[in-house]
């Protein structure tokens, strides 16, 4: 398995004694160190497969046999503890319609999201713009009252003044 991934034997040396020492110490260099292309699950499959201590392997054939086995079938191994984004990208490729039912989910909840944010902005500022025509139309309404006004009180001054002007020229008030 390591050859397979690799490309090399995991232990080599100028002589079988060479071999066998790094072979009963594990020397020998972790598979995604030589190809970081190499799948973590997969490579800790065969690290366990080498492991020193006897208690660290596989029991058996069977057990690795069976690991290679999940692997193949996208679902985790024993030998690899993955972590929660490794587990999210498994179960998304194993239930492709759900993902894509959700995301499309989401990109329609965005859409509409944005949308009724738009809309609100711009109802936002329409009523900004009424109220400004409100308030301007309101200023001019009480100028043209107040024009109105002092122009009517103006005649009305007026009047009283000619009445009191033809009454204090009128003879009988001397």
């Known amino acids: 398995l390591y050859k397979m991934l690799t490309g090399r034997a995991p232990y080599s040396g100028e002589s079988v004694h060479d071999v066998v020492t ?7 260099a972790p598979p995604r160190q030589l190809d970081r292309r190499i799948p973590r699950p997969l490579a800790a499959i ?14 058996t054939a069977l057990e690795l046999a069976d690991d290679l086995e999940r692997w193949l079938a ?22 492709r319609v759900w993902t894509q039912a959700i995301l499309t989910a989401l ?10 944010a738009l809309l609100l902005q711009r ?31 103006g005649q009305d001054l007026q009047s009283r003044w000619l009445i009191l002007e033809r009454e204090a020229a009128d003879s009988e008030l001397e």
């Open 46 to 59: 065969c690290q366990k497969a080498l492991a020193v201590d006897p208690a660290q392997r596989y029991l």
């Open 123 to 153: 109802s936002a500022h329409n009523e900004r713009d009424a109220r400004t025509i409100a308030e301007i139309t309101q200023k001019d309404s009480l100028q043209l009252a107040a024009e109105f006004v002092a122009k009517a009180v």
């Open 22 to 28: 790094k072979a009963r110490y594990g020397s020998f």
């Open 74 to 95: 996208d679902e985790p191994v024993v030998a690899y503890r993955e972590g929660l984004s490794e587990r999210l990208g498994r179960w998304t490729r194993r239930h």
């Open 107 to 116: 990109v329609v909840v965005s859409l509409v999201v944005t949308l009724a």
